[in-house]
């Protein structure tokens, strides 16, 4: 199975994450997201797209501008997996909204959404990545959680091997009706 991680990151926050990720998963790929274009994400079997973000919920920059890339690629039967990095002391109304709205725009694309996260340990106020009481995705806090950051991913990718397994694809699009 060919995996691939696509991140934006303005600090080098997001970057290091995915590549403590990339370590877990094994054998993948990782590319900064201002350097691809929509052909890039169909030539993998599981897409995670990871970003931060930014102000007062709006979507990193590089993913501003590559949005699109995304939208038209084809991602039919792929699996899908998202990772949001965000301050949930500083920007609790707004924790890793980016998240929310890249799964938004792409939604409706056919994808098998693998690696939701639950909500407990976190504390914020609202989040757009937090849907039916769950995250949409693996959301890691450096800022105030540092310390949990490198469990979580271990945990995390332990559960992405499993949702890949074809007996899970049942449980998975159970989970995505939901949403």
Same mark, same amino acid.
């Given at each position: 199975?060919?995996?691939?991680?696509?991140?934006?990151?303005?600090?080098?926050?997001?970057?290091?994450?995915?590549?403590?990720?990339?370590?877990?998963?094994?054998?993948?790929?990782?590319?900064?997201?201002?350097?691809?274009?929509?052909?890039?994400?169909?030539?993998?079997?599981?897409? !995670?797209?990871?970003?931060?973000?930014? /102000?007062? +919920? #709006?979507?990193?920059? &590089?993913?501003?501008?590559?949005?699109?890339?995304?939208?038209?690629?084809?991602?039919?039967?792929?699996?899908?997996?998202? !990772?949001?990095?965000?301050?949930?002391? /500083?920007? +609790? #109304?707004?924790?890793? &909204?980016?998240?929310?709205?890249?799964?938004?725009?792409?939604?409706?694309?056919?994808?098998?959404?693998?690696?939701?996260?639950?909500?407990?340990?976190?504390?914020?106020?609202?989040?757009?990545?937090?849907?039916?009481?769950?995250?949409?995705?693996?959301?890691?806090?450096?800022?105030?959680?540092?310390?949990?950051?490198?469990?979580?991913?271990?945990?995390?990718?332990?559960?992405?091997?499993?949702?890949?397994?074809?007996?899970?694809?049942?449980?998975?699009?159970?989970?995505?009706?939901?949403?």
């Amino acid at each position: 199975m060919k995996m691939g991680i696509f991140y934006g990151s303005q600090t080098g926050n997001c970057e290091d994450l995915c590549s403590q990720v990339k370590k877990e998963l094994g054998e993948s790929e990782i590319h900064n997201i201002s350097d691809v274009s929509s052909d890039n994400f169909e030539e993998y079997d599981l897409i !995670i797209l990871a970003t931060s973000t930014w /102000g007062s +919920g #709006d979507l990193q920059d &590089d993913w501003e501008m590559q949005l699109d890339e995304v939208k038209n690629a084809n991602l039919d039967q792929k699996f899908v997996a998202f !990772i949001g990095v965000g301050d949930q002391e /500083g920007y +609790g #109304d707004t924790f890793c &909204d980016a998240v929310g709205i890249i799964y938004d725009a792409i939604q409706g694309k056919g994808f098998n959404h693998i690696g939701l996260w639950p909500s407990e340990g976190y504390e914020f106020d609202n989040s757009e990545a937090f849907r039916n009481g769950q995250f949409l995705g693996l959301i890691l806090d450096v800022e105030n959680q540092d310390d949990l950051s490198e469990d979580r991913i271990k945990s995390w990718v332990k559960q992405l091997h499993q949702e890949m397994n074809p007996l899970s694809k049942t449980q998975i699009n159970e989970a995505r009706a939901e949403l």
